[in-house]
């Protein structure tokens, strides 16, 4: 990709089709990422096309974008037409985003990074997808299109492996009493399907609601964050983009789960010399002298307006951090020091 090409707003007025979502805090990530004419950016989490839209709109610049869902790539048609050979969408988890990007930009230095962290409104709204525990579908829950499904690990994991995974990524206290049911249910029947396991769940909850929510909110969340390796994908794309920042280059992290805050928050304290980790890739009485390769932009996590949260309810975890990149060397990366739970083998 080279700079340049087409013209500033030109998305807002070349089509007379709406976009078909709005994103999370697209005012706040176009404010803290600041797109200018001549710019390249990447959008590490393509999906709908929201911020990339956004970002294209308000300036003359051109976009990498990537998404591991081939779902999500093929529907990227008509904004790539609309775009005018300012948008390129490649199949690819974002935690590949420097290998794509040298690959794609032929050392062109990058400008600013966006992710938005999580599965998309798209992703839960298809019960086909698996990711739903209110819609009957197959209990797949996939980003992408291979590897293993969560019925393939519910159906043949030990029982403390799967109540492991529940409590570190769900943060369910009830999740060996959840292991137990799920491994009495498969003896008699396999999981095939979503509903099958929310009613599983929630008869251990003797179906009563945990804080107004499903019982079966958080094994869903967990079994997600497993199968994708959601939190391990964070830290390394985390990491990747602050490698292929140029100094003052913007990198801009939407999250909606405290476990994903929680990664970004240290990622960025860290790098910003606001704390220190203990790493076993840095000596620990050098680790102090390593300069800063971020200097954060907002101290406190941006959230969505009351008026947003009217219109959008699925929004009101949604916390936006950002930082922009010095001039300092890239820091070696430990998964440990950010506590990524690091799924089974």
């Known amino acids: 990709m080279t700079r340049g090409g087409g ?3 030109a998305l807002h007025g070349s089509s007379s ?7 999370v805090l697209v005012s706040e990530v176009l404010e803290s990422l600041a797109p200018r004419d001549g710019e390249i950016y990447v959008d590490g989490t393509f999906g709908a096309g929201g911020y990339t839209r956004a970002i294209l709109g308000a300036a003359n610049c051109k976009i990498l974008a990537l998404d591991r869902d081939p779902t999500a790539v093929r529907d990227a ?36 990074v966006v992710l ?24 797949d829950m996939r980003m992408s299109a291979s590897g293993e499904t969560a019925a393939d690990f519910l159906n043949s994991a030990d029982e403390e ?10 943060e369910e206290r009830k999740s060996r009493s959840i292991a137990r049911a799920i491994v009495r249910h498969r003896a008699e029947k396999p ?20 804080d107004g929510r499903h019982p079966a909110t958080r094994t869903f969340q967990a079994l997600r964050i ?9 830290a390394y794309g985390l990491s990747a983009a602050e490698h292929i920042l140029k100094p003052g280059g913007r990198l801009v992290v939407v999250s909606f789960h405290s476990l994903e805050d929680r990664i970004v928050k240290k990622f960025f304290a860290e790098r910003s010399g606001k704390t ?20 954060l932009v907002n101290s406190r996590p941006l959230t969505p307006s009351k008026g947003e949260l009217d219109v959008n309810p699925r929004a009101r975890s949604a916390r936006l951090r950002a930082a922009i990149r010095t001039d300092a060397a890239p820091w070696p990366l430990d998964v440990e020091t950010f506590g990524v739970p690091r799924p089974q083998s």
């Open 116 to 139: 938005d962290i999580g599965v998309s409104s798209m992703q839960l709204d298809d019960a086909g997808r698996g990711f739903s525990f209110q819609h009957d579908g197959p209990l």
């Open 161 to 170: 492996d799967i109540a492991n995974v529940i409590y570190a990524f769900g």
């Open 226 to 234: 497993f199968v994708n390796d959601e939190l391990g994908e964070l």
């Open 7 to 9: 013209a500033k707003g």
């Open 17 to 23: 089709r709406p976009p078909r979502h709005v994103p």
């Open 191 to 210: 999981f095939t399907r979503t509903l099958e396991l929310a009613d599983a769940v929630a008869r251990v909850f003797h179906g009563r609601k945990i």
């Open 276 to 295: 220190v980790s203990v790493s076993r890739h840095i000596p620990q009485e050098s680790i102090k002298s390593v300069p800063p390769s971020f200097r």
């Open 77 to 112: 048609a008509a904004l790539i037409d609309e775009a005018s050979g300012r948008l390129k969408v490649v199949e690819a988890a974002f935690s590949e985003m420097e290998t794509v990007a040298r690959a794609e930009l032929a050392g062109e230095q990058l400008d600013g």
